[in-house]
């Protein structure tokens, strides 16, 4: 059961606050070694604040041993009611500057409001007097942090951290979600068309195509999430990518297994072929627009390697 704020105590107003300052420090440090390597800017940004909240948690900390003595118990926020719930750090990745300093400024507001309370709930002259003291540092850090943005952002830093973010926005999302519906909608034409023309019956091919486009699908999330950590090629957390490397393998071979609802073995089967035309148009796109695939280059080889398999299932169905 979570305590109210307003039956705080002043020691365990400043127990709270000294232990608020301590992990709002290792937060920003984990913000700073997480973004350093490619972002190594913003990453100063965040050593400067962390070192803030660790000069907060010292003058707290002398505060409390003056006041009540050298044992200071562990009173957390999620202990508390009133307190945002935060998401820890690993769930976050990959972390963009961006999302840091958003992160940051809600912490900045959150502990400024805490302090302006804790000030109220006070009678101790000295305690009250360093709360709102902690209180006006925070809402000064507000003004602190846009100087520091502004020193250490410069535009130059700005247009590389783009840079970097783009490159592993692809590395860490196009690559695998590309691989993904490649895999789907090509792998899947033979079984799904196979069936088809071994059947001529639209609910067997479409019970076909969706096994192959579930089946594939795990397959290739599960093989994306072992390929490689991530710590060194900075292709980012392994199982996130195996997630969009599976369901886009399922959507791209779902994507032709839908039509084989319409009953009509005909009908379902163009729909169904105009529905990879689509497909293999919009993954030669993807490889143009974000892999630097020149176009005749992308188009010529889905396109060669679409027909092929498509070929091969149709000839199998009617062999």
Same mark, same amino acid.
Not at 195 to 206: E, G, K, P, Q, V
Not at 239 to 245: A, F
Not at 281 to 307: C, E, F, H, N, S
């Given at each position: 059961?979570?305590?109210?704020?307003?039956?705080?105590?002043?020691?365990?107003?400043?127990?709270?606050?000294?232990?608020?300052?301590?992990?709002?420090?290792?937060?920003?440090?984990?913000?700073?070694?997480?973004?350093?390597?490619?972002?190594?800017?913003?990453?100063?940004?965040?050593?400067?604040?962390?070192?803030?909240?660790?000069?907060?948690?010292?003058?707290?900390?002398?505060?409390?041993?003056?006041?009540?003595?050298?044992?200071?118990?562990?009173?957390?926020?999620?202990?508390?009611?009133?307190?945002?719930?935060?998401?820890?750090?690993?769930?976050?990745?990959?972390?963009?500057?961006?999302?840091?300093?958003?992160?940051?400024?809600?912490?900045?507001?959150?502990?400024?409001?805490?302090?302006?309370?804790?000030?109220?709930?006070?009678?101790?002259?000295?305690?009250?007097?360093?709360?709102?003291?902690?209180?006006?540092?925070?809402?000064?850090?507000?003004?602190?942090?846009?100087?520091?943005?502004?020193?250490?952002?410069?535009?130059?830093?700005?247009?590389?951290?783009?840079?970097?973010?783009?490159?592993?926005?692809?590395?860490?999302?196009?690559?695998?979600?590309?691989?993904?519906?490649?895999?789907?909608?090509?792998?899947?034409?033979? %079984? /799904?068309? &196979? !069936?088809?023309?071994?059947?001529?019956?639209?609910?067997?091919? @479409? *019970?076909? $195509?969706?096994?192959?486009?579930?089946?594939?699908?795990?397959?290739?999330?599960?093989?994306?999430?072992?390929?490689?950590?991530?710590?060194?090629?900075?292709?980012?957390?392994?199982?996130?990518?195996?997630?969009?490397?599976?369901?886009?393998?399922?959507?791209?071979?779902?994507?032709?297994?839908?039509?084989?609802?319409?009953?009509?073995?005909?009908?379902?089967?163009?729909?169904?072929?105009?529905?990879?035309?689509?497909?293999?148009?919009?993954?030669?796109?993807?490889?143009?627009?974000?892999?630097?695939?020149? %176009? /005749?280059? &992308? !188009?010529?080889?889905?396109?060669?390697?679409?027909?092929?398999? @498509? *070929?091969? $299932?149709?000839?199998?169905?009617?062999?």
């Amino acid at each position: 059961m979570l305590k109210s704020f307003k039956s705080l105590s002043e020691r365990e107003l400043l127990a709270l606050a000294i232990h608020q300052e301590e992990e709002d420090a290792h937060i920003y440090g984990d913000f700073a070694d997480s973004l350093r390597q490619d972002f190594p800017s913003t990453a100063r940004l965040f050593d400067g604040m962390r070192e803030e909240e660790i000069k907060h948690r010292q003058m707290l900390t002398e505060m409390y041993r003056a006041k009540f003595g050298e044992h200071i118990p562990l009173i957390r926020k999620q202990d508390i009611r009133g307190f945002i719930k935060r998401r820890p750090l690993w769930l976050m990745h990959p972390l963009s500057p961006d999302r840091a300093r958003s992160e940051a400024e809600s912490m900045e507001t959150e502990t400024r409001r805490f302090y302006e309370k804790a000030a109220q709930s006070s009678t101790d002259l000295s305690i009250r007097t360093l709360f709102l003291e902690l209180a006006e540092a925070e809402r000064g850090h507000e003004y602190r942090a846009q100087e520091m943005i502004e020193t250490h952002i410069t535009a130059e830093v700005e247009a590389h951290e783009a840079q970097v973010s783009h490159r592993l926005f692809l590395l860490q999302v196009v690559q695998p979600g590309l691989a993904g519906l490649m895999d789907g909608s090509v792998s899947t034409l033979a %079984p /799904l068309f &196979a !069936a088809a023309f071994a059947t001529h019956n639209s609910w067997d091919a @479409f *019970l076909v $195509g969706m096994a192959a486009s579930i089946g594939a699908g795990i397959s290739m999330g599960f093989a994306e999430a072992l390929s490689d950590d991530g710590s060194l090629t900075g292709r980012g957390h392994p199982w996130i990518r195996g997630v969009i490397c599976g369901l886009m393998t399922t959507i791209g071979g779902i994507g032709h297994t839908l039509p084989y609802l319409i009953p009509n073995f005909y009908v379902a089967t163009s729909v169904s072929i105009a529905i990879v035309i689509v497909e293999l148009a919009v993954i030669a796109w993807i490889r143009y627009k974000y892999m630097d695939t020149p %176009p /005749l280059t &992308a !188009a010529t080889q889905i396109v060669i390697g679409g027909i092929l398999v @498509f *070929l091969s $299932g149709v000839l199998i169905g009617n062999s």
